[in-house]
């Protein structure tokens, strides 16, 4: 038997936009347990919510990451919504699920660039980022922000986007989508890339559904599983909603749940444009959360399910405020997954659960 | 497979480049572009609203003195302080523009002219 090693892993990696630190036990060229580390950027945000009031604490959620960005403001805003009982105008909905759906978009092109920048693929990272920067391009002409949109807030959201421009954004997004289809060619069909995936991490769904994993990473394991089909807030305007699934279990399957989803959410933010009702984007909020009053959210970020909880004590400021966040989750998945697994594989592993560690950290 | 991505390098060899040769091209912000917060001493009616308003608590507003003081260094750009700013007052703006880099940690004071209308 050989004799085994504790290799440190991170908490700085080339892979790695974020501080995660893992003791990889090594045998041979073999990883035989993984142990995660968080910590490193911890900034007690939700110990904030007693120093801000509840309408500028969405500043905040807004900046615990900068990928899901709009999806925490538009998480905190509607748990706020639940706990005042305040009806937030349709066409505020709908507004916030096109910008949601666009944070998606640009989420899971970064991720599959940041895939193929892993394993060596240069040209194919520059191509997805590239994409990606006409999604920006739209943050930037709808909100005046292209990382941190401030849209969203508590009772509406605080841009309207012009029916017109709307259906501009619709015509990008379909230029978008036939260059994508090329791209997408290359992740699933080439032989270089599957050679790199194929059995790579490989996560049951008895294992997925024991680790209680979410979002893309569950997905790829066979569990049929998004909150976007409970059709909470705009999502109900949808005729249908089908999560994207896939039964292979490994990288390959993530990358190809990720892939797909960028499709979905095209014809999603189609379908809304549609839709989109007219009116009012923003009513006033006055008043306070009541004491004791608590309200439960649970939204699909671009990386999984996220649960919102907030409690209210009368005044301006919540008494708490809790955010568990899609990482959080996947860490435990992603240290089984990497047992078994060979050292080399290790960077490529960690990078298909798409670890956004300020996220879990908060 | 591997001719797809030929092709698209071959395409992008006699085509112009995706990214802006920013120096020698301006840059072209949008009409929401949210850049440096300015104050129009003329219009503002030192209410002290924004300051409320501002998520950073960048914003000090003196209605004995009649200043408005703003930290670069704490302002987070968000908007909250335009979107606050009273509509019979509408002083602040956010202009997207090249603001040369800021050297020292001092914060910026504005006084409202003397002679300027009554609040």
């Known amino acids: ?362 | 497979m591997g001719y797809i991505i030929t092709g698209m390098a071959l395409k992008n060899l006699f085509s112009k480049p995706v990214t802006k040769r920013y120096p020698h091209e301006p840059i072209v912000y949008t009409e929401r572009t949210r850049g440096h917060v300015y104050n129009d001493m003329e219009k503002c009616i030192i209410c002290s609203i924004c300051e409320k308003a501002c998520p950073a608590g960048a914003l000090g507003v003196d209605k004995e003195a009649r200043t408005w003081t703003i930290d670069r260094f704490s302002c987070v750009q968000c908007g909250a302080c335009v979107r606050s700013c009273p509509p019979k007052a509408q002083s602040l703006i956010m202009k997207p523009e090249y603001a040369p880099v800021a050297t020292k940690m001092t914060s910026e004071v504005f006084t409202k002219p003397e002679d300027s209308l009554e609040d």
């Open chain 1, 1 to 362: 038997m050989a004799e085994r090693t504790v290799i440190p892993f991170g908490p700085h990696h080339p892979v790695l936009p974020e501080p995660i630190h893992l003791d990889l036990v090594i045998e041979d060229e073999k990883v035989v347990e993984a142990i995660p580390q968080i910590g490193f950027i911890h900034r007690g945000l939700e110990k904030l919510v007693e120093k801000r009031d509840y309408k500028s604490y969405v500043y905040i959620t807004e900046r615990i990451c900068g990928i899901c960005a709009f999806g925490h403001s538009l998480g905190y805003s509607e748990t706020i919504e639940a706990l005042m009982e305040i009806e937030v105008p349709p066409r505020a909905l709908g507004l916030r699920v096109v910008w949601h759906e666009l944070s998606r978009v640009h989420s899971h092109l970064l991720w599959l660039g940041l895939l193929a920048d892993a394993f060596g693929f240069e040209n194919l990272f520059m191509q997805c980022w590239r994409l990606r920067e006409r999604v920006l391009d739209i943050f930037e002409r709808t909100t005046g922000g292209r990382v941190i949109l401030s849209a969203c807030n508590v009772g509406g959201v605080n841009h309207d986007i012009a029916d017109d421009e709307l259906k501009g954004i619709v015509e990008v997004l379909e230029g978008m989508m036939r260059e994508y289809k090329v791209l997408c060619k290359t992740f699933l069909k080439d032989k270089s890339v599957a050679s790199r995936l194929r059995g790579v991490g490989i996560l049951t769904k008895e294992e997925a559904e024991g680790f209680g994993v979410v979002g893309p990473f569950a997905r790829a394991s066979g569990i049929a599983e998004d909150i976007r089909m409970f059709g909470y807030g705009g999502y109900g305007f949808l005729e249908s909603f089908e999560p994207v699934v896939s039964d292979e279990c490994d990288g390959y399957g993530r990358c190809k749940v990720r892939a797909d989803e960028v499709f979905q959410s095209i014809n999603i933010i189609k379908e809304i444009v549609q839709k989109m009702p007219s009116g009012e984007v923003m009513i006033k909020v006055k008043g306070s959360p009541a004491a004791g009053s608590r309200a439960v959210m649970r939204f699909e970020q671009p990386r999984g399910e996220c649960f919102y909880y907030a409690k209210g004590n009368g005044t301006k400021f919540l008494e708490r405020f809790r955010i568990r966040t899609p990482t959080f989750m996947n860490v435990a998945g992603m240290a089984h997954t990497l047992q078994g697994c060979d050292l080399a594989d290790v960077p490529l592993n960690i990078l298909t659960i798409d670890p956004c560690i300020s996220c879990a950290e908060r």
